[in-house]
């Protein structure tokens, strides 16, 4: 998305919020894009330094069918999903929760 389509958009972040995605609001803003930037990175960095670990961003069907039982859902978690001997051990995910986003340590 361009920056231009975030400006224009209402947040989430409004006063008058009121849950779920409502018609005309989108799910991020530029904070929240950060932080997802922030993880993703932290993700390839961290991919590359634990090769015992298999590291997926998204999730296949069979891997859905297996770990969820259902396909009702597209899963590509900010920072991945982290499998050791083929079980499932950590899923990261980036949601912003107030006003504040800490500065990139990249």
Known sequence: MSKSKVSKSKSQRDGKFKGGIQAGTVAWDNDSL???KILKESYNI???ENSNLECHKVFTYDMK?????????GFAPDGG???????LVAVFEAK???EEV???PF
């Open 102 to 104: 800490p500065d990139s």
């Open 65 to 73: 069918m297996k770990y969820v039982g259902d396909d009702c859902f």
């Open 34 to 36: 950060t932080l997802d």
């Open 46 to 48: 961290l991919s590359k």
């Open 96 to 98: 912003k929760q107030n």
């Open 81 to 87: 999903a982290w499998f050791k001997n083929g079980k």
